[in-house]
């Protein structure tokens, strides 16, 4: 009698291990969202508990979603530092007109 009781608290653990390891697993894709300030990871989180509903389908992509931005970098694969050379260039080239307006005239 005893084992009887033991084998269905051990099926009943492993039910509810199974249960929530599968919640656990598909809110992978929102912490790594989170944690790298995704400007979507709320999407991010509806989708997964979505993705359950869907038989699991969409959270392959709910992964690379999640992973293809970064704060530093955006959505892109380019580093921003040729960006930044850009508008340094463009702001000393607009420092550069403004002293020129600014000049007085010798009328």
């Known amino acids: 009698m005893f084992l009887n009781y033991f084998a269905l608290g ?10 929530y390891g599968i919640i656990i697993l598909h809110d992978i894709p929102y912490l ?3 944690s790298r300030n995704h400007p979507h990871a709320d999407a991010i989180h509806v989708a997964g508990w979505v993705s ?7 959270w392959p ?32 080239e607009l420092e550069r007109k403004q002293a020129g307006l600014n000049t007085p005239s010798s009328e």
């Open 61 to 92: 992509f709910l992964w690379i979603w999640a992973t293809l931005y970064r704060p530093e970098r955006g959505w892109g694969m380019q580093t921003q530092n040729n960006n930044l050379e850009q508008l340094q260039q463009r702001v000393a």
């Open 52 to 58: 359950l509903f869907t038989l699991h389908v969409i």
């Open 10 to 19: 051990v099926l009943v653990f492993v039910f509810i291990v199974i249960f």
């Open 32 to 34: 790594i969202a989170k």
